[in-house]
């Protein structure tokens, strides 16, 4: 049986709304504590009811989802959603709360087109910087207005500790060479210059920053400010394509 409903705070329209997709009430009762009083939120207890929630409200802007549910798992929510024929529901960013430790999790969850990965327990300035960070790229990508003062304020939280690695950068099996072969994978895609396919242009850059964020995490690269400037870059093509559309 699949669960659905809203939050019983009173609802602010010129707030995000955000969907919280898990099977606990008491998982999804804590998300919505650590929100707080910035966002709207909408509950359903697997994916299938995520994703009538999502088909029926067009203002969420961001979903917030476990892996392990009934009917749907989070796999699932996320590829149907990526796979949405209306581009504003197919963009929503989604971001994967779970207890879930192992690497096969988090790489298919970024594979399938997770924006974000978050382990539980989670803390609670770290979910709020993740929320604010993705729905102010999803405003940006669509040209929306910014976010309210409440929604967008600034949580404090230490500097990261990130700690160097050292990396083979040529070779067989390196970098390089992985490189290389994800070099040959654009190429064919550059090679499909057509009519169909240069519409979908930018959303196929979007598809590219999981892979950058998980390459960050995974090996503590400490490139977020890089990520963090090509996605301001990505979010304003976006925004002057969608302003030459209106015009």
């Given at each position: 049986m699949t669960q659905a409903s809203t939050n019983l705070k009173p609802q602010n329209d010129e707030l995000p709304w955000v969907l919280i997709v898990d099977d606990s009430r008491v998982v999804r009762r804590t998300i919505m504590n650590a929100l707080g009083q910035?966002?709207?939120v909408l509950e359903a207890g697997d994916g299938v009811a995520g994703w009538r929630v999502l088909s029926q409200n067009s203002?969420?802007?961001l979903v917030i989802s476990d892996i392990e549910m009934p009917q749907m798992d989070g796999y699932g929510l996320i590829c149907r959603v990526r796979a949405a024929e209306d581009p504003a529901l197919r963009e929503i960013p989604i971001v994967v709360i779970t207890s879930a430790e192992d690497e096969t999790t988090r790489e298919r969850a970024y594979a399938c087109g997770a924006n974000d990965f978050i382990l539980k327990p989670f803390n609670a300035d770290q979910?709020?910087?993740c929320a604010r960070s993705q729905v102010s790229e999803y405003r940006k990508a669509n040209g929306a207005a910014p976010m309210t003062t409440a929604a967008s304020a600034t949580v404090a939280k230490p500097?990261?500790?990130v700690i160097p690695i050292t990396i083979a950068d040529t070779g067989p099996g390196t970098v390089e060479d992985a490189l290389k072969l994800i070099d040959s994978g654009f190429g064919i895609l550059r090679g499909q210059k057509t009519a169909s396919f240069a519409p979908h242009a930018l959303s196929l850059?979007?598809?590219f920053?999981?892979?950058?964020k998980y390459c960050n995490a995974k090996f503590n690269l400490g490139m977020d400010h890089e990520i963090a400037v090509f996605q301001q870059r990505v979010a304003a093509a976006r925004?002057?394509?969608?302003q030459s559309a209106v015009g």
């Amino acid at each position: 049986m699949t669960q659905a409903s809203t939050n019983l705070k009173p609802q602010n329209d010129e707030l995000p709304w955000v969907l919280i997709v898990d099977d606990s009430r008491v998982v999804r009762r804590t998300i919505m504590n650590a929100l707080g009083q910035a966002y709207n939120v909408l509950e359903a207890g697997d994916g299938v009811a995520g994703w009538r929630v999502l088909s029926q409200n067009s203002r969420v802007e961001l979903v917030i989802s476990d892996i392990e549910m009934p009917q749907m798992d989070g796999y699932g929510l996320i590829c149907r959603v990526r796979a949405a024929e209306d581009p504003a529901l197919r963009e929503i960013p989604i971001v994967v709360i779970t207890s879930a430790e192992d690497e096969t999790t988090r790489e298919r969850a970024y594979a399938c087109g997770a924006n974000d990965f978050i382990l539980k327990p989670f803390n609670a300035d770290q979910l709020l910087t993740c929320a604010r960070s993705q729905v102010s790229e999803y405003r940006k990508a669509n040209g929306a207005a910014p976010m309210t003062t409440a929604a967008s304020a600034t949580v404090a939280k230490p500097a990261a500790n990130v700690i160097p690695i050292t990396i083979a950068d040529t070779g067989p099996g390196t970098v390089e060479d992985a490189l290389k072969l994800i070099d040959s994978g654009f190429g064919i895609l550059r090679g499909q210059k057509t009519a169909s396919f240069a519409p979908h242009a930018l959303s196929l850059v979007m598809r590219f920053l999981p892979l950058l964020k998980y390459c960050n995490a995974k090996f503590n690269l400490g490139m977020d400010h890089e990520i963090a400037v090509f996605q301001q870059r990505v979010a304003a093509a976006r925004a002057d394509e969608t302003q030459s559309a209106v015009g």
